[in-house]
Nanobody
């Protein structure tokens, strides 16, 4: 069992920044890939970024390249998503997820999910 708790969402103006956090606990995290997904009302849950807990390899969706950075703090068992130069279309619920070993951009392939945190970007 892996427990994930997100925080850090909020309301910002276009061009602003938010840093989302995902605190993880449970099984040996070094076996997992941690990812961020987002979902706007009426839309699919889309991949945003992922990081391998062991080794730190990162992966990004095109929508966030150059603006979003995923990172981790091993000592705190926490994964972060730094989001800069936010656009109104980035408005969504952001979810942290975990799956063992292999990176994937398909939300159906992730075993563990947090409750989500809302990020709203005003124009």
């Amino acid at each position: 069992q892996v427990l994930l708790v997100e925080s850090g969402g909020g309301l910002v103006q276009a061009g602003g920044s938010l840093r989302l956090s995902c605190a993880a606990s449970g099984r040996t995290l070094s076996r997992y890939v941690m990812a961020w997904f987002r979902q706007a009302p009426g839309k699919e849950r889309d991949f945003v970024a992922a990081i391998a807990w062991s080794g730190g390899t990162t992966y990004y969706a095109n929508s966030g390249k150059g603006r979003f950075t995923i990172s981790k703090d091993n000592a705190k068992n926490t994964v972060y998503l730094q989001m800069n130069n936010l656009h109104p279309e980035d408005t969504a619920g952001y979810y942290c997820a975990a799956r063992p070993w292999v990176y994937s951009e398909r939300h159906t392939e992730y075993n563990y999910w947090g409750q989500g945190t809302q990020a709203t970007v005003s124009s």
